[in-house]
């Protein structure tokens, strides 16, 4: 009997473990793309401390702008390896150049809409901020570590 009991209260213990890791699990779901850069665009208003009706038209161009910029696709990525041929780094080097020209049009269109509701110095902070939020999220994933950062070390070998 007792070893019912305390195989009954293992399995009880258990499964309360496991309910209460999920729930943790739960609450720290990444946000999806719109709502983060539904996020940014607020945190950019308020920084800016813009009235009510000009952080609407902020954070609905705001989204706009980077739907746009994501339907652009993904940035091309080099081959580091060393495999291409010279055609191969030509057409990479290329799709480079059309992208960035793409993304230029688009900061310019977008340019011109700011235009309409905020001031000069209003637009330049907001990509100053745009650019430190770039930074730090890029920090965060682990892609702008700094140069030896996060690399193992050489060590000596025992001759």
Known sequence: ?????????????????????NAQNNQHQRMSREQLAE??????ARQLALDDATAGKFVSTYCDFLKELWALGPRVRQDRKGGNTDKQAQQAITDRFERSQKILALREKYYKRYSTFLTQKQIQRVYELERQMMRRLSQKSGKGARRGQGRKQMRPTGE
């Open 39 to 44: 996020a940014q665009a607020n945190y950019i």
């Open 1 to 21: 009997m007792k070893h019912i009991i305390r195989f009954t209260l293992a399995i009880l213990m258990m499964a309360l473990c496991s309910i209460s890791a």
